[in-house]
């Protein structure tokens, strides 16, 4: 067992069944995360990111593959099983005023982890580790009877962080944390969540369709088309060299003013094309990218599922 990773998966597969048909949301994922990194996840609106970071830590169920967390196969275990695991792994919603209940108070808002994993004796046990918490993500004391609404964006996202460390979790999957906030309030969120990760220890898949949200954050990333990986590496390297060409399309997209376009037919997660997913917008496809799926293999420091890689990477 490999204990500097906190979680892996193994072919690990989510469909959906829509109208007859299977939904590959996310079709045959290997990834690992080291502990206290972070792995971003890329990929256009759709791509099956939020399906994964969810799959990962059970919040839904997975069709097929594995997923091992700490060391422990959690793909099956039985829900009382998982309790222990589960406060082990959080979440951080986009839309945080989603999240909150808006008739709860700050205090019960974050109390509420606590409560329910009965980690607190007394009343003033339970505030002082509120406090605390609200300290460690810079929310002010006197707050801690106001309510969602009396809160700025960036204040309740903060809120949303304070209650996912509550039950000191090793793993927390961020799903497009700041995307609903203002450059200046991301900033301070994407460090807050950095100075949290240095304390203790975190380890975070970052998803976003932000390139350079997740390029500022991520130690490793992965780009993900239609449901699979197509590229894993060391975030330096994949910016500045990217192989595959759909991340070569990403990230020309975030240099260049006039963005370039993707052309040829859009497939579709419910009827992908065999072979290669990306070959029906590729500008290097070839008969062999129409008839076999590339498998991620190692290129230049990384992993990359396409063909013809190693020519791209000359
Ligand atoms: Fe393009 Fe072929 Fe590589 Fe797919 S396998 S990305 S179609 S060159």
Redo the contacts with the bound molecule.
Sequence with gaps: MNTDIILETKNLKKYFKVKKKMLHAVDDVNLTIRRGTTLGVVGESGCGKSTLGRTLIRLIKATSGEITFGGVDITSLREKDFGPYRRRMQFIFQDPYASLDPRMTVRDIVAEPLKTHKLCHTREEMTERVLSLLRDVGIPEEFLFRYPHQFSGGQRQRIGIARAIALDPALIVCDEPVSALDVSVQNQILNLLRQLQHERGLSYLFISHDLSVVRFISDRICVMFLGRL?EIGRTAEVYSAPL???TRFLINATRFEEKPLLTGELPSPTDPPP?????TR?????E???REV?QLRPVAGRLV?????EE?HR
Excluded: N, Q, S, V
Aim: one cysteine or more; aromatic letters at 12%.
């Design positions: 197509c595959h060409p759909y072979g290669c997913r990306f070959h590729c500008p290097y496809a070839t062999c990218c129409r590339p599922a396409c063909h013809r890689a791209l």
